[in-house]
């Protein structure tokens, strides 16, 4: 299992617009790394589901290249992708939004909902050192919960 200093950080994939099965690849990628980082299964899976989330808003928002990385921050970690906008989008409320089992929801938009509740509302966007934009989440360990 690889060891990952608390402030270290791993660079897990970087690609650019011409690269082909972007989807799987960056799914196997985290996938991989945070098995390898010790992260229980049932954390995993919905890691990649909000991470790809991230990065799907990236490819569709922005353009490359791209960087996904892993941080360690105390007992939990935290994704980033990187793009190559500096463009830092408002940040949605969820609280009170409304939804209701009975009411229809549209085909998209529903990405950032998926985020926020994997993450617990630790997630956001900020500039790099570079004028780039990270979209970030925290992603909980075990025991942190």
């Known amino acids: 299992m690889t060891q990952m200093r608390d402030g270290g950080q791993?660079?897990?994939?970087?690609?650019n617009d011409r690269t082909r099965?972007?989807?799987?690849?960056?799914?196997?990628a985290l996938w991989c790394a945070l098995h390898e980082l010790g992260?229980?299964?049932?954390?995993?899976?919905?890691?990649?589901?909000?991470?790809?989330?991230?990065?799907?808003?990236?490819?569709?928002?922005?353009?490359?290249?791209?960087?996904?990385?892993?941080?360690?921050?105390g007992p939990s970690f935290v994704f980033e992708i990187e793009d190559s906008d500096p463009f830092l989008p408002a940040?949605?409320?969820?609280?009170?939004?409304?939804?209701?089992a009975d009411t229809e929801l549209p085909e998209r938009g529903?990405?950032?909902?998926?985020?926020?509740?994997?993450?617990r509302g630790r997630w956001g966007f900020r500039l790099s050192?570079?004028?780039?934009?990270?979209?970030?989440?925290a992603i909980s360990t075990?025991?942190?919960?």
Not at 10 to 15: A, D, Y
Not at 142 to 145: K, N, P, V, Y
């Open 110 to 119: 529903r990405g950032l909902l998926i985020v926020e509740a994997f993450a």
């Open 21 to 28: 099965h972007v989807a799987s690849q960056t799914r196997v």
């Open 142 to 145: 075990a025991s942190e919960d």
């Open 91 to 100: 940040l949605p409320s969820f609280r009170n939004s409304g939804v209701k």
């Open 10 to 15: 791993v660079l897990i994939w970087r690609w």
């Open 129 to 137: 050192e570079s004028e780039t934009k990270v979209a970030w989440m």
């Open 39 to 73: 992260i229980p299964d049932e954390t995993v899976g919905g890691a990649v589901m909000a991470a790809w989330e991230l990065t799907a808003n990236a490819l569709e928002h922005a353009r490359g290249p791209y960087e996904m990385r892993l941080l360690r921050k």
